[in-house]
Every structure is written in C-alpha cells, then in structure tokens.
Nanobody, 122 residues
Framework: QVQLVESGGGLVQAGGSLRLSCAAS????????MGWYRQAPGQQRELVAT???????NYADSVKGRFTISGDNAKNTVYLEMNNLKPDDTAVYYC????????????????WGQGTQVTVSS
C-alpha cells in the first residue's frame, strides 16, 4: 500500500503565501513524478504543477510565476510554494504521485492524497 499525506493548507488573505507538503510512504520502489491538482466547488479537478524525478517541472498557466514546485527524492516528498495568492486559487489541493511499487514489475500507478483546503480571502 502507498499513502500520500498532505499538509500546509489553510486560510490566507489575497497576496499572501502558503506552502504545501506531501510525503509518500509505503510500498515504493521508485517515484516517476509527483504533482498537485486542485478542485474548486462545482469545478473539475485541474492540474496545478508537476515535477518528475529528474526535476522537470510543468505548471498551469494560471499559476506560472507565482507557484513553485519542488521535490525531495530522498524523502519521497513534494512541496508547493504558493505566493501572491488570489481568491481564484481557493480550492481543495490534492497531491498525486506516479509510483512503481515493486522492483519485480515495471507498472506505474497513480496515487492520490486526501486533499487539503486552501482558502484565499479578498
């Protein structure tokens, strides 16, 4: 079993900052990529940012220049530094990881965290 545990959400005023963390644990042989997605009420879940094990990053246009994703391969942890937050950033943020659980098989599986609420007040 693999678990993703998120932390760092909360309430912040517009223009403020928050840092999200997500640690993966359990049956992990290797991690291909980790990332953050978010879902606002009545909206579909959308990509925020991803980082690969080789440190390649990808960002949604709406967060470029404000958010920074980084990973710590030794700790199986991904971080999302969010600056200049806007009310439109309000959502539940979900951690995602593409993991190879076993050396015996090359299959990669997607795992999700339970979500952490980020609320930005105007």
């Amino acid at each position: 079993q693999v678990q993703l545990v998120e932390s760092g959400g909360g309430l912040v005023q517009a223009g403020g900052s928050l840092r999200l963390s997500c640690a993966a644990s359990g049956s992990i042989f290797s991690i291909n990529a980790m990332g953050w997605y978010r879902q606002a009420p009545g909206q579909q879940r959308e990509l925020v940012a991803t980082v690969t094990s080789g440190d390649s990053t990808n960002y949604a246009d709406s967060v470029k220049g404000r958010f920074t994703i980084s990973g710590d391969n030794a700790k199986n942890t991904v971080y999302l530094e969010m600056n200049n937050l806007k009310p439109d950033d309000t959502a539940v943020y979900y951690c995602n990881a593409r993991i190879r659980p076993s050396r015996a098989f090359a299959n990669l599986y997607n795992y999700w965290g339970q979500g952490t609420q980020v609320t930005v007040s105007s």
